[in-house]
């Protein structure tokens, strides 16, 4: 099993670098162990193919911009759902069509691919730091997915419904 | 007055995010269609105070989509800043790994972005636009290579240059480490790979785009043609090249206008603009701004593939430029002005970036351990130029004497076709869309207007979509405002 913990966006530009920053402090609980890659990318859409293949699982933890809940709220999506997802970050924009694409191909692809989102509030902003909702979300967004992973690597399969699809798209509110 | 407003939105398969407004007249007709895009705030400000020798990490990391290309324009711009001139072997790495990184980049967009419109048709259904619908037609066997071959390059510029978002690579007055003879073997071998590749994607488009005349027709088409003038980077016999030269502008009639060392851009680039948008509409000072129309009276110019095609005499390798000689006999002689042949001169460029990987691989020099020149002047001002895969991208920063940064200013590829896609998209909706017709094919021959440029908005702007609070204004040829559009 292997298991790779994404963070995309830019830490240049504000709440954009919130999936980095929790990359990192992911890092300091997880790092190390046994089948867990994490890393970060400033990368976006197809560029994507190249970091997921290879693995067994994925979570991409990202910025987006729904319009549709207060800054800081976390939401949760599985790839195949994000065609139906308004505005999803075009940082994997396309994200069905990879899985579509590494389908096709055979290439060896992540079965399930999780997205953990938080919803900002200003991420164009170059030198801008994180603005205080989404700051507050970190703690909150780091310990879910810390009990995603541990729950998976016990488990060792990602029990279905959980986040499934009775889930998706719902809004956890923060704190 | 009644309109009808059609929202195009998002922009599939674009890096990024853009918005096009088309407004139909009581007849159903197009009044005028406009192309937006949301920018990047701050990059002046945040520059400001900060060491210039940090540009080359920064930058790249603004962009999502060509790290490579501000690494280098940055890095550029420091030799400038410093006055140093890099050792060759520098040069030529530095060139070796910006070909390489063309070549990958290229091959994305033919085959995930702009390929659909033709491998598949443009009057497909939606669902079979996309590189899936490219792989059932072309093969998976090809897919497998097009994901292949960029991931060899891809691993190749990481081997010399470090992460391409956090690159230890460029330095001012050279590169960090020297070429061993392994990494050479490795870029002998990927090049090699590209070339083949590259000949092969020139044959396939031959195959099912010119054998097509349906297609051709389209290229040819009086909806994606504009008259303008055409900018790029040439070397000293005025051939296309990537890294370094002179910037050339050719005429509508294909003839040099101007020819310029980067330096003096300011004298020769000026941004008009509009109230309508947040993006700078570069322009022709020594023709001036009329708006967006074409012709030899209006300052409008154009970068990317086509125009650093129309812009040289010629292609500096052997067999792009056979296909480079191809492209102007089938489409009538220089310059060619149809948007749509973007996508055969980029795959032109592709064949070139391959086989100059190959020529500088094979130079012996490229070995030499001496990679640096160090600074010693006292920094002031530094302009650096490089073609960026979607086109001409500078970097000018103004320092006080310890190299801390008083002023930037970046002009990015997409900033100067601005006016040329904002005409494209115009033009192609009024061809295509009568009586208030609007079927999804039809749309998305707007939208081919639009991506044959690959117009990327990641530094342009950034890229995460949503609604950026933005008024649009509409005036009528009295200066009278007639509608206001408001997004909040």
Same mark, same amino acid.
Not at chain 2, 312 to 333: K, S
């Given at each position: 099993?292997?298991?790779?913990?994404?963070?995309?966006?830019?830490?240049?530009?504000?709440?954009?670098?919130?999936?980095?920053?929790?990359?990192?402090?992911?890092?300091?609980?997880?790092?190390?162990?046994?089948?867990?890659?994490?890393?970060?990318?400033?990368?976006?859409?197809?560029?994507?193919?190249?970091?997921?293949?290879?693995?067994?699982?994925?979570?991409?933890?990202?910025?987006?911009?729904?319009?549709?809940?207060?800054?800081?709220?976390?939401?949760?999506?599985?790839?195949?759902?994000?065609?139906?997802?308004?505005?999803?970050?075009?940082?994997?924009?396309?994200?069905?069509?990879?899985?579509?694409?590494?389908?096709?191909?055979?290439?060896?692809?992540?079965?399930?691919?999780?997205?953990?989102?938080?919803?900002?509030?200003?991420?164009?902003?170059?030198?801008?730091?994180?603005?205080?909702?989404?700051?507050?979300?970190?703690?909150?967004?780091?310990?879910?997915?810390?009990?995603?992973?541990?729950?998976?690597?016990?488990?060792?399969?990602?029990?279905?419904?959980?986040?499934?699809?009775?889930?998706?798209?719902?809004?956890?509110?923060?704190? | 007055?009644?309109? +009808?407003?059609?929202?195009? !939105?998002? *922009? /599939? @398969?674009?890096? &990024?995010?853009?918005?096009?407004?088309? #407004?139909?007249?009581?007849?159903?007709?197009?009044?005028?269609?406009?192309?937006?895009?949301?920018?990047?705030?701050?990059?002046?400000?945040?520059?400001?105070?900060?060491?210039?020798?940090?540009?080359?990490?920064?930058?790249?990391?603004?962009?999502?989509?060509?790290?490579?290309?501000?690494?280098?324009?940055?890095?550029?711009?420091?030799?400038?800043?410093?006055?140093?001139?890099?050792?060759?072997?520098?040069?030529?790495?530095?060139?070796?790994?910006?070909?390489?990184?063309?070549?990958?980049?290229?091959?994305?967009?033919?085959?995930?972005?702009?390929?659909?419109?033709?491998?598949?048709?443009?009057?497909?259904?939606?669902?079979?636009?996309?590189?899936?619908?490219?792989?059932?037609?072309?093969?998976?066997?090809?897919?497998?290579?097009?994901?292949?071959? +960029?991931?060899?390059?891809? !691993?190749? *510029? /990481? @081997?010399?240059? &470090?992460?391409?978002?956090?690159?230890? #690579?460029?330095?001012?007055?050279?590169?960090?480490?020297?070429?061993?003879?392994?990494?050479?073997?490795?870029?002998?071998?990927?090049?090699?790979?590209?070339?083949?590749?590259?000949?092969?994607?020139?044959?396939?488009?031959?195959?099912?785009?010119?054998?097509?005349?349906?297609?051709?027709?389209?290229?040819?088409?009086?909806?994606?043609t504009h008259r303008t003038y055409y900018m790029?980077?040439?070397?000293?016999?005025?051939?296309?090249?990537?890294?370094?030269?002179?910037?050339?502008v050719v005429d509508p009639n294909g003839r040099e206008f101007?020819?310029?060392?980067?330096?003096?851009?300011?004298?020769?680039?000026?941004?008009?603009?509009?109230?309508?948008?947040?993006?700078?509409?570069?322009?022709l000072?020594?023709v001036?701004?009329k708006?967006?129309v074409d012709g030899p009276e209006s300052g409008v110019y154009s970068?990317?593939?086509?125009a650093?095609?129309n812009a040289?005499?010629?292609?500096?390798?052997?067999?792009?430029?056979?296909?480079?000689?191809?492209?102007?006999?089938?489409?009538?002689?220089k310059p060619v002005h149809h948007?749509?042949?973007?996508?055969?001169?980029?795959?032109?460029?592709?064949?070139?970036?391959?086989?100059?990987?190959?020529?500088?691989?094979?130079?012996?020099?490229?070995?030499?351990?001496?990679?640096?020149?160090?600074?010693?002047?006292?920094?002031?001002?530094?302009?650096?130029?490089?073609?960026?895969?979607?086109?001409?991208?500078?970097?000018?920063?103004?320092?006080?004497?310890?190299?801390?940064?008083?002023?930037?200013?970046?002009?990015?590829?997409?900033?100067?076709?601005?006016?040329r896609?904002?005409?494209?998209?115009?033009?192609?909706?009024?061809?295509?869309?009568?009586?208030?017709?609007?079927?999804?094919?039809?749309?998305?021959?707007?939208?081919?207007?639009?991506?044959?440029?690959?117009?990327?908005?990641?530094?342009?702007?950034?890229?995460?979509?949503?609604?950026?609070?933005?008024?649009?204004?509409?005036?009528?040829?009295?200066?009278?405002?007639?509608?206001?559009?408001?997004?909040?």
């Open positions: 099993m292997k298991i790779l913990i994404l963070g995309l966006g830019n830490d240049l530009l504000g709440d954009d670098g919130i999936g980095l920053l929790t990359v990192r402090a992911l890092r300091e609980e997880l790092g190390g162990s046994e089948g867990i890659e994490l890393v970060e990318s400033s990368l976006s859409g197809l560029a994507l193919l190249d970091l997921l293949i290879g693995y067994d699982r994925a979570i991409l933890i990202d910025a987006v911009q729904t319009g549709r809940a207060p800054p800081g709220t976390i939401w949760r999506w599985r790839a195949e759902e994000l065609g139906a997802v308004r505005a999803p970050s075009p940082h994997y924009a396309g994200l069905p069509e990879l899985l579509a694409i590494a389908r096709a191909l055979r290439l060896p692809f992540p079965e399930q691919i999780e997205i953990y989102a938080v919803e900002v509030a200003d991420p164009r902003t170059i030198g801008g730091a994180l603005t205080p909702a989404v700051r507050q979300a970190l703690p909150e967004l780091v310990r879910q997915i810390r009990e995603r992973v541990r729950k998976s690597l016990s488990a060792d399969a990602i029990p279905e419904g959980q986040p499934g699809k009775s889930q998706a798209g719902r809004t956890i509110e923060d704190g | 007055m009644s309109r +009808r407003e059609i929202v195009i !939105d998002p *922009i /599939t @398969r674009l890096e &990024g995010h853009g918005k096009i407004h088309i #407004f139909l007249n009581e007849k159903g007709e197009v009044d005028r269609a406009y192309f937006q895009v949301p920018e990047l705030r701050g990059f002046e400000k945040f520059a400001v105070g900060r060491p210039a020798e940090e540009m080359p990490q920064i930058t790249s990391r603004i962009c999502g989509v060509c790290p490579t290309a501000h690494h280098m324009a940055a890095t550029k711009a420091l030799d400038d800043l410093y006055q140093v001139d890099p050792p060759p072997a520098a040069k030529k790495i530095r060139e070796l790994v910006y070909c390489t990184f063309m070549v990958e980049d290229h091959a994305l967009h033919f085959y995930f972005l702009g390929g659909p419109d033709f491998v598949v048709g443009p009057t497909a259904p939606k669902a079979e636009r996309n590189i899936l619908g490219v792989l059932a037609r072309a093969g998976l066997e090809i897919g497998r290579e097009v994901i292949g071959v +960029r991931k060899q390059l891809r !691993d190749l *510029i /990481t @081997r010399v240059g &470090g992460k391409v978002i956090h690159p230890v #690579f460029g330095l001012p007055g050279g590169i960090a480490k020297p070429l061993t003879p392994e990494d050479r073997e490795a870029f002998l071998a990927g090049a090699d790979r590209a070339v083949q590749f590259a000949l092969f994607s020139l044959k396939l488009f031959e195959d099912i785009v010119l054998k097509n005349p349906q297609y051709v027709e389209w290229i040819r088409s009086e909806a994606y790029g980077l040439v070397d000293d016999r005025n051939r296309v090249n990537f890294y370094d030269g002179w910037l050339r101007l020819k310029f060392p980067v330096r003096d851009y300011l004298k020769h680039i000026a941004e008009h603009v509009e109230p309508w948008s947040y993006i700078k509409f570069c322009y000072k020594d001036g701004w708006g967006f970068v990317a593939p086509l650093r095609l040289a005499d010629g292609m500096a390798t052997p067999r792009a430029q056979e296909a480079y000689e191809q492209f102007y006999a089938t489409l009538g002689g948007t749509l042949a973007n996508h055969w001169a980029r795959l032109i460029e592709l064949l070139y970036a391959a086989e100059r990987m190959q020529e500088l691989a094979r130079d012996p020099e490229i070995l030499d351990p001496r990679v640096r020149t160090l600074p010693t002047a006292v920094p002031r001002e530094g302009i650096g130029v490089v073609e960026a895969p979607r086109g001409t991208l500078i970097h000018h920063y103004e320092t006080d004497e310890r190299g801390i940064i008083t002023r930037a200013n970046l002009i990015v590829a997409t900033q100067n076709n601005a006016t896609i904002a005409m494209s998209v115009d033009k192609a909706a009024r061809s295509v869309i009568r009586n208030g017709e609007v079927g999804e094919g039809i749309l998305n021959l707007v939208e081919m207007a639009f991506r044959a440029y690959d117009p990327c908005h990641a530094c342009a702007t950034h890229a995460l979509p949503g609604q950026m609070p933005l008024l649009i204004r509409i005036y009528n040829p009295r200066g009278e405002l007639v509608r206001e559009i408001r997004r909040d």
